[in-house]
Nanobody
């Protein structure tokens, strides 16, 4: 399964971006997630969507500003990012879990496939 993330770019503080992540013809399985990695830091959880039922989950740092959504017909997951802050600057990765959902949505090891990442830079 290949994941292709897109939509990153340069935006000013307070601006918005929408990231997209499409699979190579397969569904996202049970769970789709977004993580990010800033320079010198560990990759961290951002948001996740449980495919069956539509439940969404967010890291406290993005709650209320970011929205994860999915389009099953297009096998695509989106991350709408509003009110961007300097600290949101990072490479953003999408991920998919093909196995049955186990409840650990914010752990990297819960995901089976990863995209290459797209750079998001927020400037002042």
């Amino acid at each position: 399964v290949q994941l292709q993330a897109s939509g990153g770019g340069l935006v000013q503080v307070g601006g918005s971006l929408r990231l997209s992540c499409a699979t190579s013809g397969r569904t996202f399985g049970s769970l789709a997630g977004w993580f990010r990695q800033a320079p010198g830091k560990e990759r961290e959880f951002v948001a996740a969507a449980i495919w069956n039922g539509g439940r969404t989950l967010y890291a406290p740092s993005v709650q209320g500003r970011f929205t994860i959504s999915r389009d099953g017909a297009k096998n695509t997951v989106y991350l709408q990012m509003n009110s961007l802050k300097l600290e949101d600057t990072a490479v953003y990765y999408c991920a998919a879990r093909m196995r049955t959902y186990s409840g650990n949505f914010d752990i990297r090891g819960s995901y089976d496939f990863w995209g290459r990442g797209t750079q998001v830079t927020v400037s002042s």
